[in-house]
């Protein structure tokens, strides 16, 4: 059998990973002095393992709400007698200025610090600390790592104090002293969003060696500067950075550049791409393997008319090329940037890899090349990913999905990222994708989806995340996160006035979540405050005298979560539950998928002995007794407002304290309402369990409770024989029906009924094939 897309297992590296960090005081690690996390004297970690520790670490930070951070974690790396860190990526603000002081000691040789704007100009001294051993350096969009804290000087390491930690960066303090001066070693380094106060020029103008440099977004002064790597510099990024002919003839100087990117997020700048500038930078770069102008606005003279094109299918061959200038290479490039160009539309391209708008490989490209830096044009691509999978079809769907999750997880604190990547995963986890997708890979979609939905509480974010979970099997799919998307719903619920269509989804999500599930997940979410919830939805929907899908998911759902659950029973009741029962039943008299909804749920508050005194009253006896005579969704109605009564008869007559209305009368109702049903009706039920019937089976104080227990059992296992025939077997119903049969107070009507029963099952022993009523119980619940 085919495996299944995304179906590769985690390696065991991983797993043992991950396993360490959650449970880091069990593994390697002891509370010390003022709870200090302390590393155990007889651990010795190489790097492979340590790097693979930090950067998981980092990565549960950002992706993982249950994971918690430890406060001296990267203390445990201090001592490179111990432990040794080689190559280290650290993102997001998170990280701060005493943690890369703690890891100072190590030999560090990359380091990757990713919009990390809590780190001040001390870890500028840290950053010193490295200088003999780092090879790439990444201090991309750490826009305050060149300012002083509150304005004070270059910190030294050892006077810092944790207090400062808390202090911001103040943006008029520059710091001035720091250089790349004894940088040696390195030959990687991303600049990307340097200040503009910072003089580029001044602060690279140490290193020799450079052979990859990154300045996207960066302000530049003058561009000779960059001829002293010109035998160098293999790779030069200048995006979002004002092209300018001075700047085009000092790249074109550059002439060992095998990766050059002057792409744009905007098209409208000053400069304008010309057949004249591409043709020089071919001409001149003669390495060049890899090219993005993406943004640019081209000049018409740069393509070749479509009557002059090359016949055929699309081709890479430059000779084919449908663009000018890029007939002049050697070879095809192995990735070419022309999104937001019209290049990307051409028929020719000389590419292996293209990024643009024009097909779907295009804009997967798109987000696989701009996710990590740029993500405002990630966002875009994403969008324009959307409209694939709405409208035409993804053809490549294990890409596009890992593409999205990896773009979610990255840019958890992007809101742009969170619509679109979220609206994407909707369409690319629906029904026509789903056969194809591995388990491993679903669970993904859902832990990015909860983690969107934790971060924002804005409509549209919040809207199509919980549109995406719809597209899973619930509560199967979503066992493995259950109380945690059970919290997030409940917070969407909280406000009085939430946006209708993403209070309607999340009631639909709350209902499927608590139905089909074992007590204890019940027992759980009812305390996280479900039913307090739902019974606050309901009351407004009261006030606006409003019976819509809200208010009867929101019954559906308390019925529910009431079965077999006392606990949760009992806080109906302290929450006023009967009292909306009742406004219910007067305000919308004629809704029967609310009377059969609310009558299943007192049907499991009248299953609990402890509670059934409170429904012992002469309003809700009268109501429950009136509702014998409806002819709502069938029989449902009567049959719950029956079942009710079957379990506070089984109390007996020594309870019933009440004149009006009569024992006697009620149960006299109870029998023309049992025998005025079709015993071949179809259910809208589903039980899971017989315990509560079968317990009014082998007893004398109430023959109509018996003779109700004894039909519905009937019904059940005549009309779906393949679901309940084994379920009465296995529970024991058989020996209790052998004992109706020999108890004298058991009415003949009764024992006839258990007759039957016994047959059926029997029967069922004998030929478990279904000649009758094929079909199984429909979507129906049993709170």
């Not at 109605?637 to 009440?658: R, T």
């Not at 084994?726 to 109706?740: A, F, H, Q, W, Y």
């Not at 009764?750 to 199984?776: L, S, W, Y």
Request: with cysteine.
């Amino acid at each position: 059998m085919a495996a299944k897309a995304g179906d590769d297992p985690e390696s065991l590296m991983t797993l043992a990973t991950v396993f360490c960090l959650r449970n880091l005081r069990k593994t390697m690690c002891y509370q010390g002095l003022r709870n200090k996390l302390c590393l155990r004297s007889d651990i010795f970690l190489p790097s492979e393992i340590c790097d693979k520790l930090v950067n998981t670490y980092m990565e549960l930070i950002h992706t993982d709400s249950n994971f918690e951070p430890e406060e001296s974690f990267f203390q445990l790396f201090s001592d490179p007698r111990s432990t040794r860190l080689t190559r280290v990526q650290l993102r997001e603000d998170f990280v701060r200025d005493r943690d890369l002081e703690a890891i100072r000691k190590q030999d560090l040789i990359e380091l990757h610090l990713t919009y990390c704007n809590s780190l001040s100009s001390r870890s500028l001294k840290t950053l010193s600390c490295f200088r003999d051993t780092l090879v790439s350096l990444c201090l991309f969009g750490c826009s305050h790592i060149f300012y002083r804290k509150s304005g004070a000087p270059l910190a030294c390491i050892e006077d810092t104090e944790d207090e400062e930690e808390e202090s911001p960066a103040s943006r008029q303090a520059l710091e001035t002293d720091f250089n790349f001066q004894g940088f040696n070693r390195l030959r990687l380094l991303n600049l990307g969003g340097l200040p503009d106060e910072v003089d580029a020029e001044t602060l690279l103008r140490p290193l020799r060696s450079l052979t990859s440099l990154d300045l996207s977004n960066v302000q530049l002064l003058g561009t000779a500067f960059l001829t002293q790597w010109k035998e160098r510099l293999a790779s030069l990024v200048l995006y979002n950075v004002d092209l300018s002919e001075e700047l085009v003839s000092t790249v074109v100087e550059l002439v060992n550049l095998r990766h050059l990117d002057i792409s744009r997020e905007s098209r409208r700048p000053k400069f304008k791409m010309t057949r004249k500038t591409l043709t020089a930078i071919v001409q001149r770069l003669l390495n060049l393997v890899s090219l993005d102008i993406s943004g640019h606005m081209m000049l018409d003279n740069c393509t070749v008319p479509h009557f002059e094109e090359a016949m055929g299918r699309p081709s890479i061959e430059p000779c084919k090329s449908s663009i000018y200038p890029f007939q002049e290479l050697k070879r095809p490039l192995q990735f070419l940037g022309l999104y937001d160009t019209t290049l990307c539309n051409v028929t020719h391209i000389p590419a292996y890899k293209v990024t643009g708008s024009k097909n779907e490989d295009q804009v997967l490209n798109a987000i696989e090349a701009y996710t990590e830096f740029r993500p405002e044009l990630a966002h875009r691509a994403i969008n324009q990913l959307f409209d694939i999978a709405r409208i035409q079809h993804c053809s490549q769907l294990l890409r596009a999905l890992q593409l999205v999750i990896a773009a979610l997880k990255c840019h958890k604190y992007d809101k742009s990222i969170q619509v679109t990547g979220s609206a994407a995963l909707f369409y690319l986890t629906n029904t026509e994708y789903r056969s194809d997708q591995s388990v491993r890979l679903r669970r993904e979609v859902i832990q990015v989806v909860l983690n969107g939905m934790e971060q924002y509480q804005e409509v549209t974010v919040q809207r199509n995340c919980c549109l995406t979970l719809c597209n899973f099997s619930i509560p199967e799919e979503l066992e493995f996160q259950y109380s945690r998307v059970n919290q997030l719903l409940l917070k969407i619920l909280e406000p009085a006035r939430q946006d209708e269509s993403i209070q309607r989804i999340a009631v639909h999500l709350c209902n499927a979540l608590v139905c089909q599930v074992d007590n204890h997940h019940k027992e759980a979410v009812g305390k996280m405050g479900f039913v307090k919830t739902m019974l606050n939805l309901i009351q407004k929907k009261l006030q606006d005298r409003m019976c819509d899908q809200v208010m009867e998911f929101s019954w559906s759902a308390l019925w529910n979560i009431t079965d077999e659950t006392p606990d949760n029973c009992q806080m109906f009741l302290n929450c006023r539950g009967m009292n909306l029962f009742l406004e219910c039943l007067q305000e919308f008299p004629d809704k029967q998928e609310l009377h059969r909804n609310m009558l299943g749920l007192l049907g499991n508050v009248a299953e609990v002995k402890a509670l059934r005194p409170q429904l012992l009253t002469p309003q809700f006896i009268s109501v429950f007794s009136n509702l014998l005579d409806s002819k709502a969704d069938g029989i449902e109605v009567s049959y719950n407002a029956c079942g009710v009564l079957s379990h506070i008869m089984f109390d007996g007559p020594e309870v019933w304290s009440m004149e009006e209305p009569r024992r006697d009368s009620v149960m006299d109702k109870m029998w023309d309402a049992i025998q005025s049903w079709d015993v071949s009706s179809r259910r809208n039920i589903n039980y899971r369990s017989f315990e509560p019937i079968l317990r009014l089976l082998p007893q004398s104080i109430s023959p109509v409770s018996q003779h109700w227990a004894t039909w519905a059992l009937y019904n059940l296992v005549s009309v779906y024989p393949s679901k309940y025939c084994p379920l009465l077997i296995k529970e024991g119903g058989m020996s209790l029906l052998e004992n109706v049969l020999e108890l004298d107070s058991s009415q003949p009507e009764t024992k006839d009924m258990a007759r039957k029963v016994i047959d059926q099952c029997e029967n069922f022993k004998e030929d478990p094939m279904e000649t009758n009523h094929g079909q199984d119980v429909n979507h129906g619940q049993r709170g």
